[in-house]
């Protein structure tokens, strides 16, 4: 952003601006959308489950700094996510009762300091060694951090955590955090400060060689960089901003337990990132959304959600490993060259034949479930009542998925082949 | 006194077998393929859950042939459709995948036999007290895992060291495409390694379900401390994955029956803490409390002392 | 543009389906929300829990249901983490469900407790109420007490000063081992048993009171050998779930004969796992009467009937009938679902439950007055054996009601 527009030829300016005026009004309107959003929903859980998405999307971004952008697969990032949430829960706390003066909306850079700070302690020997090592060793500091809850009982206040309470801090400006819709705001307004910074970060020289440092270390030390420097830095700033989402955490959550640093917490980052697509910026931030969607609305209809999202783990892995926002890029230079209609018919068949195809597994598997926890009589399933212990709906289902498969065995290459026809390059 | 020492070393042995039960299949792979196979532990749950399930027709005797045998077959059939897919999108996909599986085997787990912990008992011919030391006794059973274990590491061993097979497993953990341009077939052999481990894996599920439980969880306790073993010892090194079993063992096991402050224990050696101040919680903890995180001080200063681990030669 | 045998197939199935299809219309029912895991390890217990308030439920549905509404028990899944729970909570604020149960583990305990208490003092349009029917921290009904949290189990120092008594009575015990998780109802037991002991047997000697972490020891052999070098001639635990069965399968396998007393040690899967090892050595304290031998009528009969619908799985907390009946009677008794007066329905409110057992909610901090049983694990005259697995629980002794009564320091703040 910052080389000299005037040394260019002239035309290259005027595509270059129209480039800015393009990238500024993306951000306007992300801005705008996050500001409407409550708006349009009715029930408090649309809400909360909103701010849950906000912290997840910052979590997520963080991470991706690390392993998309660095090249540094971690285990233990939540660990910074969760002491950034401690240290921010215990300074509110503190400004409770009094004892400092902090108002809660800055609280959440009380977070990002904490976890700066410890980014900053782990990371000056773990970022020495990148590849299996850094992971590693980022597995150890993860249960390292887990179990020293137990140990550390006055910090982490054990199996129970520590407890806060948002209402009793000292007002900024009047503005007042009881209600959720009143936190979702304060999030909003941290998630398009810190993904900014963020994304600016990747345009820095720093965040640059971090993505030299990612694919060649060597010729990057050459160039004159120490990797394991451009490592730490990177190592910090996803501290940092991951502190951040924890702050916001302890501001929305009001606990944070040593859950928060588990590795379950740190696996489900890397879950996010990849679905959503390391590749890209804006992967993490789909990635996240989707994710927390699925978890907290997943588990109120079935038992067995644990088993869907492993599926879908299996499934991205397999034929999306790009993740979605490497999908929707690779559809580019079809949206730029116009011929997205062409796509359309393919793909609304092959959709609604694999819909078909999930809808009967579901089915079968469902009523598996049913069957194996030794139940009898009927459920619903989707629109339907069944009864699992007769045999017409298994056969019902069966026939779905058969239908489904062998429709998407056969519009499937077709739409492949349609992709490949619209992507060629050339005129129309 | 005496018959505490005695029984922490016996009862460090056997944990520390079957970690290494765990760790040898898990090393191999790791080391050959760079795969983070977060499903091993996994494959340790089905042999449980097979065993017991064959168990309960055939008995323990075949069970535990059979279990293994499928979980094997199973382990290469994950690598053949799945895994050898993924492997060109690179590791982090691999590792991914690994991730899927091992949800999807816990689910599939309680989907097949249910939530609660399954009755699976140690064999009737092997549950006797083989010896008592004044007021304690040792279990004919855990002497049985014992040797099942140190057959194991003599079997892996010979295999890698004394065949043809052994010699070209060794040979694909360092130079892969040298291998392949002599004619062989490294995937077909990164299949076999894989189908191997999980065999082993399922094994030391099958002789562990007695004893540490067999209920949808295992798989999860076990899951990181495998890896841990693994790091320490060095990537690929077999006889490394032994040490550090019973290293990491006999460590849990001895750091249990300390009562000792860490406070206390440093004051013993000569070291007097302030335990007033702002770290007082960490002087009052017994070193028994902190066994658990033992391991994971081990992996830490392993990898920053020594990156290649205890028998490692490389560090990825 | 599909193949005609495809299409065929598809059209016979929608076919099919259609015919299979019926609707049901609930109206309006009186909703009431069930937090406790239903996925991950500890499944197992809250998957049984849920279907014991289903079972409960449909009891009073067929009578007719609560105010002419029927109820509706709406599980959702916490995987025992306080942070879980928390995000479940906030989406049942935002659905405008009035009533939470919940039981599994007192750390979750104290997360929901707490945000149901500030939560309601911020918004008084749109409050909860937290029914706990099992986590039994007593520091819930203690120094943490408020107006809308009440609790339907008998509290860890109310179990522990029964357990006491009847260790007390047992002359052979000179020497007693405690072994815990390490939380806050792992501390409670070992503190309430020291305490406890030391006033009733000063002559019992503690010889180990340990704290292992929850959930993470995958070998308990140290432990038991641990015990068995101390010389201990008994254990207290308050171990459950996985923990419990690790801990009594590794002290039968190291040769630990000493007697248990035990607060979890039986259903779920923990029963069947320790089998023939713990008859006559392992005792349980608990709220209600364990079915055998001479059960009342009324809980045989509720035991049978529930292992008809569920023949692996057991009513293990008969509490979970006496709080969804508690709370039917008070929302009658208000007659109205508003959180504040059915709270206000259920203090001092009176119940008989299915022991025949005549139990009061104590005003001063919502816990429930109860008697307590010691029930000791056995194969010999089993009427109703627990995990199908011939072993049960037998009943020692009663503690009752005003025996078994603990002081609070509960200062309650009820809504003007």
């Known amino acids: ?428 | 006194m005496f018959q505490l020492i005695f029984f922490s070393i016996l009862n460090g042995l056997v944990y520390g077998m079957l970690l290494f039960m765990l760790s040898s299949g898990l090393t191999l792979i790791f080391g050959m393929m760079g795969v983070l196979n977060f499903a091993h532990a996994s494959f340790y749950m089905l042999g449980a859950y097979v065993a017991f399930t064959v168990g309960l027709h055939l008995g323990f005797w075949p069970a535990l042939v059979i279990a293994p045998v499928v979980v094997g077959l199973l382990g290469a059939l994950v690598e053949r459709q799945g895994l050898r897919r993924v492997h060109r999108f690179g590791h982090i996909a691999e590792l991914i995948f690994t991730f899927g599986v091992a949800i999807l085997v816990e689910e599939i787990v309680q989907l097949v036999w249910g939530r609660p912990a399954k009755s699976y008992q140690v064999p009737a011919a092997l549950d006797f007290p083989l010896f008592r030391v004044m007021s304690s006794s040792f279990p004919a059973y855990k002497a049985f895992m014992l040797v099942v274990a140190v057959a194991i590491f003599a079997f892996i061993f010979v295999i890698l060291t004394r065949t043809r097979a052994g010699l070209i497993i060794q040979a694909s953990l360092t130079h892969p495409q040298m291998v392949a341009m002599l004619g062989h077939n490294v995937p077909r052999v990164f299949m076999i390694v894989f189908g191997i481990g999980s065999a082993l894996a399922a094994l030391a599920g099958v002789i562990a379900g007695p004893v540490l439980g067999t209920f949808p969880g295992m798989a999860q306790v076990l899951g990181s401390i495998v890896f841990v073993v693994v790091v320490i010892g060095g990537l690929g090194s077999l006889s490394g994955a032994f040490v550090a079993s019973l290293l990491i063992g006999i460590v849990q096991t001895f750091a249990v029956a300390m009562d000792v402050s860490v406070g206390g224990a440093l004051a013993a050696m000569g070291v007097h803490v302030n335990t007033a101040g702002a770290l007082h919680d960490l002087w009052r903890v017994t070193i028994a409390q902190v066994a658990p995180i033992l391991p994971y001080v081990l992996l830490v200063l392993t990898l920053i002392l020594r990156p290649t681990g205890l028998f490692g030669t490389r560090e990825t | 543009m599909f193949r005609p045998t495809s299409a065929l197939v598809f059209a016979v199935v929608v076919a099919l389906l259609a015919g299979l299809a019926s609707s049901a219309t609930p109206a309006d029912p009186i909703r009431i929300a069930y937090i406790d895991p239903l996925s991950g390890p500890f499944a197992a217990t809250g998957e049984n829990g849920l279907n014991q308030f289903k079972y409960a439920t449909e009891a009073l549905n067929k009578g007719g249901g609560v105010l002419g509404r029927q109820l509706e028990i709406v599980p959702l899944d916490n995987k025992v983490s306080p942070q879980e729970s928390l995000i479940q909570l906030k989406k049942v604020i935002g659905d405008g469900i009035p009533f939470v149960f919940q039981g599994n583990s007192s750390g979750v305990a104290h997360a929901i407790s707490d945000a149901v208490q500030k939560h309601n003092e911020r918004d008084a349009g749109n409050r909860v109420l937290y029914l706990n029917y099992s986590a039994v921290d007593p520091a819930l009904t203690n120094e943490k007490c408020h107006f809308w949290h009440f609790r339907f189990d008998a509290h860890a120092d109310m179990k522990m000063a029964a357990l006491t008594d009847v260790i007390a009575a047992n002359k052979s015990v000179k020497k007693m081992y405690i072994i815990g998780q390490d939380y806050s109802f792992g501390k409670a037991v070992a503190e309430g048993a020291v305490s406890m002991l030391g006033k009733k047997r000063p002559d019992i000697q503690i010889v180990g009171n340990e704290l292992h972490p929850i959930g993470k020891v995958k070998d308990f052999s140290p432990y038991v050998q641990k015990i068995v070098a101390s010389g201990a001639d008994a254990v207290i635990t308050g171990n459950w779930g996985a923990d419990m069965i690790a801990l009594a399968k590794a002290a039968n396998d190291g040769g630990l004969k000493v007697p248990f007393y035990t607060y979890y040690a039986a259903s779920d899967g923990v029963t069947a796992a320790i089998g023939a090892a713990g008859i006559d050595r392992i005792r349980l304290v608990h709220e209600s009467h364990p079915g055998n031998p001479n059960p009342p009528k009324a809980l045989s009969d509720y035991l049978t009937g529930y292992r008809k619908l569920h023949p692996q799985n057991d009513v293990n907390q008969p509490r979970i009938h006496t709080g969804l009946n508690m709370l039917a009677q008070a929302i009658k008794r208000a007659g109205t679902t508003d959180v504040d007066k059915v709270a206000a329905a259920l203090e001092g409110a009176e119940f008989t439950n299915l022991s025949g057992d005549q139990l009061v909610m104590r005003r001063e901090d919502h816990q429930l007055q109860m008697p307590v049983y010691i029930s000791v694990h056995t194969n010999k005259n089993i009427k109703h054996d627990l995990d199908a697995s011939g072993f049960g629980l037998a009943l020692e002794q009663k503690i009752e009601r005003e025996k078994a009564t603990q002081p609070t320091t509960c200062k309650m703040q009820r809504p003007s």
């Open chain 1, 1 to 428: 952003m910052s080389t000299p527009v005037a040394t260019r030829p002239f035309a290259v300016a005027g595509v270059a601006r129209a480039a800015r005026v393009r990238r500024y009004g993306l951000w306007l309107a992300a801005a705008v959308v996050l500001l409407l959003l409550p708006q349009s929903v009715r029930t408090g859980t649309a809400i909360a489950v909103m701010n849950q998405m906000g912290i997840a999307v910052i979590f997520a971004l963080s991470f991706n700094m690390l392993l998309g952008q660095g090249g540094m697969l971690s285990f233990g990032h939540a660990v910074y996510f969760g002491l950034g949430g401690f240290i921010a829960a215990h300074v509110l706390n503190m400004a409770g009762r009094g004892a400092i003066y902090l108002p809660v909306p800055l609280l959440p850079l009380v977070g990002g300091l904490g976890g700066l700070a410890f980014a900053a302690l782990f990371g000056s020997f773990s970022t020495r060694r990148a590849g299996t090592v850094f992971s590693m060793i980022s597995l150890g500091v993860a249960e390292l951090m887990a179990a020293s809850s137990l140990i550390f009982d006055k910090f982490f206040g054990g199996e129970e955590g520590i407890t806060t309470n948002r209402s009793k801090a000292p007002l900024l400006l009047g503005l007042e955090f009881t209600r959720d819709r009143q936190v979702y705001y304060l999030i909003a307004f941290w998630l398009f400060v810190a993904t900014l910074a963020m994304y600016a970060f990747s345009r820095t020289p720093v965040g640059r060689m971090a993505n030299a440092v990612r694919d060649n270390p060597e010729r990057a030390e050459f160039v004159g960089y120490s990797q394991h420097r451009v490592r730490f830095v990177s190592f910090c700033a996803a501290g940092f901003f991951a502190g951040i989402a924890g702050g916001l955490f302890a501001v929305n959550y009001e606990i944070l337990t040593a859950e928060n640093m588990g590795l379950n917490a740190s696996g489900a980052v890397l879950l996010m990132a990849y679905i959503g697509g390391i590749g890209a910026f804006v992967g993490p931030i789909l990635g996240a959304v989707v994710f927390t969607f699925l978890q907290s609305m997943l588990s109120d209809y079935t038992g067995m959600w644990l088993l869907y999202l492993g599926i879908l783990f299996l499934a991205t892995v397999l034929f999306v490993p790009m993740g979605l926002a490497g999908l929707l890029m690779l559809h580019a230079p079809v949206w730029r060259a116009r011929r997205v209609g062409r796509l359309l018919g393919p793909y609304v068949l092959t959709g609604a034949l694999g819909f078909v195809a999930a809808v009967g597994i579901i089915g079968l598997l469902e009523m598996v479930h049913f069957v194996a926890a030794g139940r009898t009589g009927t459920r619903r399933l989707f629109w339907l009542v069944v009864a699992p212990r007769t045999l017409m709906p298994w056969l019902g289902f069966a026939a779905l998925v058969v239908a489904g498969a062998v429709g998407v065995r056969w519009t499937g290459p077709r739409a492949v082949a349609a992709f490949a026809e619209a992507s060629r390059p050339g005129r129309p």
